[in-house]
């Protein structure tokens, strides 16, 4: 039920947005239309607000995958410049430093590691939301095209 009502209110702001570009005035060049922007914008506040908490949460993962990115990469940064710092303090006997050049480059690889799995992690955790959620809007889309395939005049008539 909560489907149709969704399907329903998302097909009238449609309607409301033809309506919109049917109003507006054409220019005198190509195909394009001046429309009133808050009007516009008014709807696509409407829309947003209809749309299932699915969507509103893919958004919430998408922004939230870009943080973890983010600190994954600052981490790794730290990581390095850490171990940098290690090895130049360490820097004062060529065994050492040997040692300390290696022990950083094994750091290195484990940070760059690491932010490529949290990376990889991130990404294949926002495709899998995504793409349940284009599921669920091609369900949506369906939904509207069979509602107003049955509101047309030709299916009214044969009513």
């Known amino acids: 039920m909560e489907e149709e009502r969704i399907v329903s209110e998302v097909g009238l702001f449609l309607d409301k947005l033809e309506e919109l570009l049917d109003q507006g005035r054409k220019l005198p060049w190509g195909r394009q239309v001046m429309v009133d922007g808050d009007a516009l914008r008014t ?3 409407h ?3 209809a749309l299932p908490e699915e969507v509103r949460q ?3 993962i998408i922004q939230e995958r870009d943080r973890i990115i983010q600190s994954a990469g600052k981490d790794a940064d730290q990581m390095v410049n850490q171990a940098l710092e290690r090895a130049q303090v360490l820097a004062g006997d060529s065994e ?3 040692e300390a050049e290696v022990r950083a480059e094994e750091i290195i690889h484990l940070a760059e ?3 490529r799995e949290i990376y990889d992690g991130a990404l294949a ?3 899998d939301l995504l793409a349940r959620l284009e599921g669920q809007i091609g369900d949506l889309q369906d939904e509207v095209r069979r509602n107003r395939g049955a509101l047309s005049p030709q299916s009214v008539a044969r009513s």
Request: glycine residues 0%.
């Open 125 to 127: 955790y926002a495709d």
């Open 47 to 49: 829309v947003r607000h």
């Open 96 to 98: 050492v430093v040997r």
């Open 43 to 45: 709807v696509i506040q």
């Open 58 to 60: 893919a958004q919430w």
């Open 113 to 115: 590691q690491r932010a």
